[in-house]
């Protein structure tokens, strides 16, 4: 089946730096990619949806400006958690079609974030 | 907004036993809802799909049920094992996927 590869798994960091974390898509091409967090004992959350060659869509009460989500080809969507504080550290995790518009999706192993 | 519920939060069994996973939800204006299995440090491994139209759909030991109209869906596990013990989350697609918080479940050897 088709397989999104997401790295880095693990990251620590301090306060202020930031993060990028990558979701490749690996035998198939995502027009789509979604990004969702999680935090501990609660659901995944939608944060955004990049599309291949345009901005990304985001949720409400996402900051655009602090998440930043690219999408330059069709196998490689990255998120950047910019001046990254402790309340940010969360579990990042995307997933994608690996048809579009096909609704069963494939998912990255995710990456827990730890904010110093 | 969506309101996905998964009800218990954690659930252990002796192995052999079967499982039953609840999931509701508030707006049963759905395409789908999809069953997960999530492990620690893992990513999501889709486990089945039901299509708004359907009442059930089957994977070897898994059934998934839905009822749209009363806005729930229950997963079953026959004769559970060990290695079934993970985090199995339910998601509902009304344009865009909402996750219940997960039923943890552990099953004992």
């Known amino acids: 089946g088709a397989v999104v590869s997401q790295h880095p798994s693990r990251v620590i960091c301090k306060s202020g730096t930031s993060v990028k974390i990558e979701c490749r898509s690996l035998d198939f091409q995502a027009t789509t990619m979604f990004w969702y967090r999680q935090f501990p004992k609660q659901s995944l959350m939608l944060m955004a949806t990049?599309?291949?060659?345009?901005?990304?869509?985001?949720e409400q009460g996402v900051e655009k400006d602090k998440f930043l989500i690219n999408h330059a080809s069709l196998t490689l969507s990255t998120l950047t958690v910019t001046s990254a504080h402790p309340e940010d550290s969360s579990f990042y995790i995307c997933s994608a079609p690996a048809l579009v518009g096909d609704e069963k999706l494939f998912f990255g192993s995710g990456t827990q974030l730890s904010v110093l | 907004k969506q309101e996905v519920t998964q009800i218990p939060a954690a659930l252990s069994v002796p192995e052999g036993e079967n499982l039953v996973l609840n999931c509701s939800f508030t707006?049963?204006?759905?395409?789908?809802l999809q069953w997960f299995r999530q492990d620690p440090g893992k990513g999501l491994t889709s486990l089945l799909l039901?299509?708004?139209?359907?009442r059930e759909q089957t994977s070897g030991r898994l059934n998934a049920s839905l009822d749209k109209s009363s806005g729930r869906s229950t997963l079953y596990i026959a004769a559970s094992q060990p290695g079934d013990s993970a985090t199995y989350l339910c998601a509902v697609n009304d344009y865009k996927l909402s996750f219940g918080a997960g039923t943890t479940v552990t099953v004992r050897a």
């Open positions: 990049s599309n291949e060659g345009s901005k990304a869509t985001y």
């Open positions: 707006d049963s204006a759905i395409y789908n």
């Open positions: 039901i299509q708004s139209s359907q």
